[in-house]
């Protein structure tokens, strides 16, 4: 109605840097008011707060879908790496079963077999993290050519990289407990019976 154009559901008005300086929105907008009776006129920064809440509101859907596949990934991964160690520890058997021979107790066995696991978690995690970096070092580039402008980060966040090692380590050491209690039980006669 104010511009005599129809199809808009909303304009911007620019008030001008000296204006909106001076405190002279009101005045402007009792003038939209008066011109369009029954007009609804808020501040940008009222527009642009209630634009960056529903963004918010948006993106807190797609984090929690991403948190919950997150999540299950997670839990996949630990189920995965203790049939991957119970495997590896059963196919281990008769040297497990000579150490205990030897006089290895099973309490020292188990934590030989969970600080393996823990070494294979942290190279893992930081094979995964070096990985990713440098995935996100190369994106940029491919994208830049596909017409997108990416930006990569400058360095490595060496916070959010130790954090996700050090948390990939103590997954290793979840999934590894289970198996490495149960081969540590293995009897010394295992070693006769596979000579």
Request: with cysteine; aromatic share 2%; glycine share 10%.
């Amino acid at each position: 109605e104010l511009l005599g154009v129809s199809g808009y559901s909303r304009i911007d008005i620019g008030a001008g840097a000296a204006s909106a300086a001076s405190g002279d929105a009101a005045p402007l907008a009792a003038r939209i008011r008066q011109a369009v009776p029954g007009a609804q006129v808020r501040s940008g920064d009222a527009v642009r707060d209630e634009e960056a809440r529903a963004a918010v509101a948006e993106a807190k859907d797609t984090l929690e879908l991403v948190s919950v596949f997150l999540a299950v990934a997670v839990g996949a991964a630990v189920l995965v790496a203790t049939s991957t160690f119970r495997i590896v520890f059963t196919r281990r058997v008769r040297q497990l079963a000579l150490l205990r021979a030897i006089g290895a107790t099973p309490r020292r066995l188990a934590a030989a077999l969970v600080a393996e696991g823990a070494a294979v978690g942290l190279l893992a995690g930081t094979i995964g993290v070096l990985a990713a970096w440098a995935c996100g070092q190369l994106v940029p580039p491919v994208a830049g050519r596909l017409g997108n402008d990416l930006t990569a980060p400058a360095q490595l966040p060496l916070t959010e990289a130790v954090l996700t090692v050090l948390g990939t380590g103590l997954l290793a050491v979840l999934a590894v407990l289970a198996p490495s209690l149960s081969a540590s039980r293995v009897s010394p006669l295992e070693a006769l019976r596979s000579a």
